[in-house]
């Protein structure tokens, strides 16, 4: 089964508008952490938005928010006001095993949703 | 400045003739792992290492190798280039995950690799 499961390949959002980029994920480890990366068409990855699975509130950052549902192991980034600088490539993943002794080390990235801003 | 730096940064290079795409931090990250990345399949671990002389498969180790002789550097390693192994590869470090640290990766620039 696929860890991270990224549905939506491509997105189109008007400007101003607000955008939820959808992400479900598939892990038994009781502590596990959800971050989403962007990656602008100049290919670095710039890491927007982490939630930790003990986390009882939503985490948000700026326009950036991740409504978290535990229960159906969905992780959906949400972005308010796009901006024309959002276009761009976004990256759901997940690092399992946070407090397993030795068990971080499997960060497992989504395939990704192009995400484009229209003016 | 903090940072991840992989040298190089653009490569093309023929079948067979072995190759080091070098990763360093300057973060005293004890986590250091690399990824590619293919059009359609995201990015997946190739290896990650949790400390030195720490090293583990990722996803999909074959036709890679890694070392960790020191914290802060960890080269990846293609000893006979394929034409499959074309990609762009990215080399990633974080500290380990704790109450107060999301463990969040801290990426280098990305190294684009072209074996004809």
């Known amino acids: 089964a696929q860890k991270i499961t990224q549905t939506q390949p491509g997105m189109f959002v008007q400007e101003k508008e607000a955008v939820t980029l959808d992400c479900t994920y598939d892990?038994?480890?009781?502590?596990?952490?959800l971050f989403w990366y962007k990656q602008p068409s100049s290919g670095e990855m710039i890491f927007l938005i982490y939630?930790?699975?003990?986390?009882?509130q939503n985490a948000t950052e700026g326009r950036y928010s991740l409504n978290f549902q535990k229960a159906r192991k969905s992780a959906n980034l949400v972005i308010s006001a796009s901006q024309l600088g959002d276009s761009a490539m976004y990256f759901c993943a997940m690092r399992e095993g946070i407090r397993r002794s030795g068990g971080y080390q499997k960060v497992t990235f989504g395939i990704g949703t192009k995400l484009q801003v229209i003016p | 400045e903090a940072q991840v730096t992989q040298n190089p940064r653009y490569l093309i290079t023929v079948t067979g003739k072995k190759l080091t795409v070098t990763c360093s931090q300057n973060m005293n990250h004890e986590y250091m792992s690399w990824y590619r990345q293919d059009p359609g399949l995201g990015l997946r671990q190739i290896y990650y290492s949790m400390n030195v002389e720490v090293t583990d498969k990722g996803d999909v180790p074959e036709g890679y190798k890694v070392s960790r002789k020191e914290k802060r550097n960890f080269p990846l390693i293609l000893e006979s280039p394929s034409p499959n192994q074309t990609s762009l590869y990215f080399c990633a470090s974080s500290f380990r995950p704790a109450l107060h640290n999301t463990g969040e990766l801290f990426f280098g620039e990305g190294s684009r690799l072209t074996v004809l």
């Open positions: 892990t038994s480890d009781q502590s596990y952490g």
């Open positions: 939630q930790g699975s003990y986390d009882e």
